[in-house]
């Protein structure tokens, strides 16, 4: 996906910090659609189809975690970053488990928050096109983030997972580096306890 025509959807109700956000991104090329308010946000998603979503956690009428949750009945795909002043652990793993794709701690450079928006952004372009994996009796849709056994009910993955599992078919029969995985799926500005806290967390679900 080109960036120059990539559509933002951010919602963050500090309007000094949201006005810098907008007009930073719209100097790289992005379209940018700023929302003081989640329920601003919402309308906005449903009216103007955005490709990516920069939602702030804590906000009046509908906080981020909550809109993501509405966006992902919706649209399963769309990459959502959250910006956050809260990193306890347990609101990471939240943050993931109701569909968000990144996770941004406040402060942050605007330069990180760019890399961020185009990794994701080159993500999903590389998963529109991809194929449909056969693995044994499992089939793998990276397209659309499932994994199903033989005749049983799919699976849905998260993005990471998906882009896990897509990055393990593809580098089959060699050993792929942890770094080259930390890279490709978080960026290289991912801090490495972040992505370990990820990556526990997946590898408790493939246990379970």
């Known amino acids: 996906m080109n960036k120059e025509k990539a559509h933002i959807l951010l919602a963050e109700d500090e309007p000094a910090l949201g006005m810098i956000i907008k007009e930073s991104l719209e100097t790289r090329g992005f379209k940018v659609t700023h929302c003081m308010n989640g329920v601003q946000a919402y309308e906005s998603f449903e009216n103007n ?13 509908l906080d981020g975690f909550s809109l993501a949750k509405k966006i992902r009945l919706v649209n399963e795909e769309m990459p959502i970053i959250f910006l956050t002043a809260k990193s306890q652990t347990e609101d990471v793993l939240e943050g993931f488990h109701v569909g968000g794709n990144d996770y941004l701690k406040k402060p942050f450079s605007m330069e990180e928050l760019i890399v961020r928006i185009n990794n994701l952004l080159s993500r999903q372009q590389t998963q529109q096109t991809a194929a449909v994996y056969q693995i044994g009796d499992y089939t793998f849709n990276f397209p659309q983030q499932r994994l ?13 997972e998906a882009h896990l599992f897509y990055h393990l078919l593809e580098k089959k029969n060699t050993v792929l580096d942890r770094t080259f995985i930390l890279k490709k799926l978080w960026g290289a500005t991912m801090t490495f306890s972040l992505a370990v806290v990820w990556m526990c967390l997946f590898q408790n679900c493939v246990k379970n």
């Open 148 to 160: 199903a056994y033989r005749s049983q009910e799919p699976i849905k993955l998260t993005h990471r």
């Open 49 to 61: 189809n955005p490709q990516i979503a920069v939602l702030d956690v804590m906000m009046p009428e």
